[in-house]
């Protein structure tokens, strides 16, 4: 009987330890540079919006030449991450994990940043339609019937025609389309995988740095 005991109890304490030694709570930090994503989006804005206004005028305008970037930032960012995430890692052989590589360790944020959302066709048609809508978006929030909200999207303040309404709509979808592009670049210059969960958990910072420059162009 003794025996038929420990032959039960061995499997499962050899079970258990198996899952204790295989499972590994890993805690992933996602830094989020907040000034280089501003100066991304400025960057960007000026590019796309800017060009598609020369492009529809075909009045060329003169470009004030910004001094090159050094290729190392100068920001000091916090010992803690503005964000944090943890996985439960099953490990089934030797894994050598290394999250200390950051990508702001090998140059100007602002610009890797910026050339990973160039990479993203949907974005930059994004950039582009709202370039196309730019006067009609302009009038509408001198008029004061939409304003810019503090998650990167315009309010509505007044009643709308259709033809506003349209442009309201579309602008609003275009920057959900931007800001979910920004998210995704973020979550890569960690080195982490783009994964909707990823993404999501710095989609909204994301959103309220694009709102604060296009509040700081108003």
């Known amino acids: 009987m003794e025996?038929?005991?420990?032959?039960?109890?061995k499997p499962l304490v050899l079970f258990?330890?198996?899952?204790i030694v295989s499972c590994a709570t890993?805690?992933?930090n996602v830094y989020f540079p907040a000034e280089e994503v501003r100066d991304a989006y400025s960057s960007l804005e000026e590019e796309f919006l800017e060009q598609d206004d020369e492009d529809t005028d075909k009045v060329p305008k003169t470009k004030t030449v910004s001094p090159t970037p050094e290729p190392q930032s100068k920001n000091i960012y916090p010992d803690e991450p503005a964000l944090s995430e943890t996985k439960v890692i099953v490990i089934k052989r030797e894994i050598s994990l290394d999250f200390s590589n950051y990508a702001w360790a090998q140059g100007n944020i602002s610009q890797q940043i910026a050339q990973k959302i160039r990479a993203m066709p949907q974005?930059?048609?994004?950039?582009?339609?709202?370039?196309?809508?730019?006067?009609v978006i302009d009038q509408m929030v001198s008029?004061?019937?939409?304003a810019e909200g503090s998650?990167?999207?315009?309010v509505k303040k007044a009643s709308l025609s259709p033809s506003e309404t349209q442009a309201f709509n579309a602008e609003n979808a275009d920057r959900k389309i931007i800001i979910q592009g920004m998210a995704r670049a973020i979550v890569e210059i960690n080195n982490l995988d783009p994964t909707p969960e990823n993404i999501n958990k710095v989609l909204p910072e994301a959103a309220r740095q694009f709102a604060s420059v296009r509040r700081s162009d108003g």
């Open 3 to 9: 025996r038929l005991a420990m032959n039960i109890i």
């Open 16 to 19: 258990t330890c198996f899952l």
């Open 26 to 28: 890993i805690t992933v």
């Open 123 to 135: 974005v930059i048609n994004a950039y582009k339609s709202r370039g196309k809508r730019q006067d």
């Open 143 to 146: 008029q004061g019937k939409v």
């Open 151 to 154: 998650q990167g999207l315009l």
